[in-house]
């Protein structure tokens, strides 16, 4: 919202809009920090995988053990008729999952009751980035529109995630991991969730270290940014969120990279989804090792990011 506000040639009707939205949007904020983090300890936590948007992330796979499978209602997979089985989750991850949902529904979806009562409990350092980030864009966004409530509470939310994020960082993995509420430790898993903080305004030698990471995993895999390290036993470069690359996890990590004066490394980025495009079409993800296109073969958030790619070097003058 802040983005297309900041584009707006009608700027009386792009004020209008926005700040009829900005509650809305500060409510939803607001919602995840009371429903997900019940002891206010400023990071918010997951409770099934698709939340994050990386359903089958190895970070998951500890955590996923404590969920059963037994009593799943029938149920028929429809990504699997547009996609390669092998390069989706396995029928066991999925089991899980509509086991979750089932459980959710049991329980009327009460908001209140949810989060204590799922065996998955994650803390995603890269949903708190989002999350963080989208707060600082509102709070921006309200102290131009002079809604300066909304501002002062969605900066507070940002600046205590921000301070809160600092739990989960790896000196050992040069990047943040998962927290599993439920048994309190660290994920030793290093995933792009710990590397897509870098969308929000981490501390500047927390983004220099993600920054070296990233650079580090530009000589393990062809291109970057994969999902998983390479170097980890459990990568696999075809499996959804197992290893291939994401445009739209490369725009946010690009994106807060260049803001924290890593302009070189998001180039690379940038430079490397665009040679994913050229060589394999607008495919939903790639192999990182071979470019391979994966998944859906025409993905709309694919031709999205590449638009904000094409923006950005323009404006860098590339």
Request: proline share 5%; aromatic share 10%; with cysteine.
């Given at each position: ?227 998983h390290d390479p170097g980890d036993p459990r990568f696999d470069a075809k499996r959804y969120w197992r290893g291939p690359v994401w445009l739209v996890v490369n725009y946010m990590i690009a ?14 980025i940038t430079q490397s989804s665009l040679d994913l495009i050229r060589e394999s079409g607008f495919a939903e993800y790639y192999d990182p090792l071979t470019g391979k296109p994966l998944g ?23």
């Amino acid at each position: 919202m802040r983005r297309l506000f900041d584009r707006a040639k009608d700027r009386k009707l792009a004020a209008e809009r926005a700040r009829a939205l900005l509650p809305k949007i500060d409510a939803w904020h607001r919602w995840f920090y009371e429903d997900r983090d019940p002891k206010s300890e400023g990071l918010v936590a997951i409770i099934h995988p698709w939340e994050s948007g990386r359903d089958n992330s190895i970070d998951w796979d500890d955590a996923f053990e404590r969920v059963p499978t037994e009593g799943v209602e029938p149920y028929t997979r429809r990504d699997t008729l547009h996609a390669d089985p092998a390069h989706r989750p396995t029928k066991a991850q999925y089991d899980r999952y509509l086991w979750l949902v089932q459980h959710f529904r049991g329980l009327g979806w009460d908001n209140a009751r949810l989060h204590d009562a799922s065996p998955f409990q994650i803390v995603d350092p890269g949903f708190n980035a989002i999350l963080i980030r989208a707060a600082t864009d509102l709070a921006d966004l309200a102290e131009a529109l002079g809604e300066t409530a909304i501002a002062k509470a969605n900066r507070a939310r940002a600046q205590k995630g921000l301070a809160a994020m600092e739990r989960l960082w790896s000196d050992a993995h040069g990047q943040y991991l998962c927290l599993d509420r439920v048994a309190g430790t660290l994920v030793d898993s290093a995933s792009v969730g710990g590397i897509l903080p870098a969308f929000a305004a981490i501390p500047k030698d927390r983004a220099a270290a993600v920054a070296a990471t990233v650079e580090r995993l530009a000589g393990t895999a062809f291109y970057v940014v994969p999902s998983h390290d390479p170097g980890d036993p459990r990568f696999d470069a075809k499996r959804y969120w197992r290893g291939p690359v994401w445009l739209v996890v490369n725009y946010m990590i690009a994106d807060g990279l260049a803001a924290a004066g890593h302009g070189q490394v998001a180039q690379r980025i940038t430079q490397s989804s665009l040679d994913l495009i050229r060589e394999s079409g607008f495919a939903e993800y790639y192999d990182p090792l071979t470019g391979k296109p994966l998944g859906g073969g025409r993905f709309t958030w694919t031709a999205a990011m590449v638009i904000e790619f094409l923006r950005d070097a323009q404006a860098g003058g590339a």
